[in-house]
């Protein structure tokens, strides 16, 4: 199996501290939290909530179909006392956090927001920790990909 060249940021590290911060809009930055179906499916399955209750439909942002509705404080509505109560299915987005991954022409990267106080906390992550998010991106949204097509 031919393994997929990626860029990663080098000698970083990360603990969550469980702060919340990720989970919502800051005064610098306006959180989107952005959702499979699949994912929207599960939390709704999880929650016993339709999934116009948390989250609304959005279009140009494929493979993502949904976003996360937010309280009036601009924090995630699955966020109770800095504890995500969807923890177990969580979306992609907020499993990668701090990190993002981009692609482009075939090429992907991780980069990492600084804002994050866990960022220079915990152990070094290495080459296997961000294949292993790549790996779970990728299955992700070619699950997505195909279920687009079968519409």
Known sequence: MLKV???YPVAVRFRCVKCGICCGD???KTRRIL???SETEQI???TSQPPPQFAVKIEGREPYRYEMKKREDGKCVFLENDRCTVYQVRPLICRFYPFELNSCGGKFSFRFTEECPG???GRVLDEGDFRKMLRLARAKHSQAADSLGEN
């Open 44 to 46: 709704s399955k999880t």
């Open 26 to 28: 800051t005064k610098e």
């Open 5 to 7: 060249k990626f860029d």
């Open 35 to 37: 959702l499979l179906t």
């Open 119 to 121: 960022i220079g906390k």
